[in-house]
């Protein structure tokens, strides 16, 4: 009984596999040129991540039927996110795809953010958004912005600004904050924010023009 049970889990176990699928690639740059080590995520439903190898490769398998959202980051580049279907027992090729160059961002002084409440409706919850912009009024990506609980060290939640130069907290419990923002790791500016109940704060982040001698992000 025991010999027949096992051999039943064992088929069980690789029909389960037969009916996984696989998504497969190749980064490069828009030269063509292979990007090594950029790390590919699949951010839903699922979280699995792995790294493109010498060739600029990549392959995420065992994954279940139905559709992935696909994210390819490397530093230096701007994070690619694709929406990929899979299906049983195929691979999904996406062939050879390219990041684009993260163009610098030159900025100076931060300026002093404009923050303004926006009424919720009845039961929404309270939240932060917002936009980064520079003196030009182009977007600010990738910034590392993080949302604290004024005078202590717990961070609510963090986040980096998108192509667009937007971010967002969401379900934000009435209360005083610091909003840092940074980049490398150094600190640019951190704003005391206070959350009322039945309201959302959108904040406006911007930068004075980069002074003679001052480098580029």
Same mark, same amino acid.
Not at 46 to 51: D, T
């Given at each position: 009984? $025991? ?10 176990? *690789? ?9 497969? +690639? ?9 990007? =090594?080590?950029? @790390? ?11 790294? @493109?190898?010498? @060739? $600029? ?10 559709? /992935? ?6 530093? $230096? ?24 160059? &993260?163009?610098?961002?030159?900025? +100076?002084?931060?300026? &002093? ?7 919720? +409706? ?33 961070? *609510? ?7 667009? $130069? ?10 005083? /904050? /610091? ?10 500016? =951190?704003?005391?924010? =206070?959350?009322? &109940? +039945? ?19």
């Amino acid at each position: 009984m $025991g010999v027949r049970c096992a051999a039943l889990l064992s088929v069980a176990s *690789v029909a389960a596999q037969e009916d996984t699928g696989s998504i497969t +690639g190749a980064v490069v740059d828009a030269m063509g040129a292979v990007i =090594r080590n950029a @790390t590919v995520t699949t951010v839903s439903p699922v979280s699995l991540e792995n790294k @493109t190898r010498e @060739t $600029g490769e990549f392959v995420l398998g065992g994954l279940a039927p139905g559709t /992935y959202m696909l994210r390819v980051q490397q530093p $230096g580049f701007r994070t690619r996110d694709l929406e990929v279907r899979v299906e049983a027992s195929k691979e999904t090729s996406l062939g050879r795809f390219s990041l684009d160059v &993260k163009s610098f961002q030159c900025l +100076g002084d931060a300026n &002093k953010p404009r923050i303004s409440e926006v009424g919720l +409706g009845v039961g929404d919850q309270p939240g932060v958004f917002g936009t980064a912009r520079g003196d030009r009024g182009t977007a600010v990506e990738d910034a590392t912005i993080r949302l604290m609980v004024a005078g202590t060290s717990n961070v *609510v939640g963090a986040t980096r600004s998108d192509q667009k $130069g937007e971010f967002r907290f969401d379900d934000v419990k009435p209360g005083v /904050y /610091y909003l840092e923002i940074s980049f490398g790791g150094s600190e640019f500016t =951190r704003s005391k924010l =206070r959350v009322r &109940k +039945g309201h959302a704060l959108k904040v406006l982040l911007t930068w004075q023009p980069l002074q003679a001698g001052e480098l580029c992000l």
